[in-house]
Protein backbone atom coordinates (compact mmCIF):
# COMPACT_ATOMS: atom_id res chain seq x y z
CA UNK A 1 0.00 0.00 0.00
CA UNK A 2 0.82 3.26 -0.66
CA UNK A 3 0.27 6.63 1.02
CA UNK A 4 -1.33 9.32 -1.41
CA UNK A 5 -2.25 13.11 -0.85
CA UNK A 6 -3.45 16.18 -3.06
CA UNK A 7 -1.63 19.06 -3.47
CA UNK A 8 -2.94 21.59 -2.32
CA UNK A 9 -2.01 24.45 -5.12
CA UNK A 10 -2.90 22.38 -8.32
CA UNK A 11 -4.76 19.11 -6.54
CA UNK A 12 -3.05 16.60 -8.04
CA UNK A 13 -2.73 12.99 -6.54
CA UNK A 14 0.46 12.83 -5.05
CA UNK A 15 2.22 9.87 -3.98
CA UNK A 16 4.11 9.72 -0.93
CA UNK A 17 6.71 7.10 0.15
CA UNK A 18 4.40 4.23 2.99
CA UNK A 19 6.47 5.67 6.12
CA UNK A 20 6.41 9.83 5.47
CA UNK A 21 5.67 11.58 8.64
CA UNK A 22 4.37 14.59 9.44
CA UNK A 23 5.73 17.54 9.03
CA UNK A 24 7.99 16.16 6.52
CA UNK A 25 8.56 18.62 3.31
CA UNK A 26 8.19 17.32 -0.04
CA UNK A 27 7.63 18.34 -3.31
CA UNK A 28 4.59 18.33 -5.72
CA UNK A 29 5.38 16.54 -8.60
CA UNK A 30 3.33 18.48 -11.19
CA UNK A 31 3.76 22.12 -9.94
CA UNK A 32 6.71 21.72 -8.10
CA UNK A 33 5.16 23.57 -4.90
CA UNK A 34 6.69 23.10 -1.56
CA UNK A 35 4.62 21.22 0.48
CA UNK A 36 4.65 20.12 4.48
CA UNK A 37 2.72 16.79 5.12
CA UNK A 38 0.31 18.23 8.01
CA UNK A 39 -1.69 15.17 9.23
CA UNK A 40 -1.60 11.66 8.24
CA UNK A 41 -5.34 9.62 8.43
CA UNK A 42 -4.88 5.90 7.32
CA UNK A 43 -3.50 5.90 3.74
CA UNK A 44 -4.27 9.82 3.32
CA UNK A 45 -1.89 12.63 4.03
CA UNK A 46 -2.71 16.03 4.54
CA UNK A 47 -0.76 18.62 2.65
CA UNK A 48 -0.38 21.87 3.02
CA UNK A 49 1.86 24.83 1.01
CA UNK A 50 5.10 25.02 3.10
CA UNK A 51 5.97 28.18 4.78
CA UNK A 52 8.52 29.92 2.91
CA UNK A 53 11.68 29.78 4.07
CA UNK A 54 12.54 33.23 5.50
CA UNK A 55 16.62 34.07 5.81
CA UNK A 56 15.87 36.64 7.99
CA UNK A 57 17.70 35.60 11.08
CA UNK A 58 18.98 39.03 12.36
CA UNK A 59 22.25 39.13 11.12
ZN1 LIG B 1 0.82 20.64 -7.13
Same mark, same amino acid.
Given at each position: ??????? %????? *????? *? #????? *???S? %? #??????V???? #? @?? +???? +?? =? %? =???? @????
Open positions: MSMEGTC %PICEA *EVSLK *E #DILVS *EILC %P #DCHSVLVEAI #D @DH +RASL +RE =A %P =AIEE @DWGQ
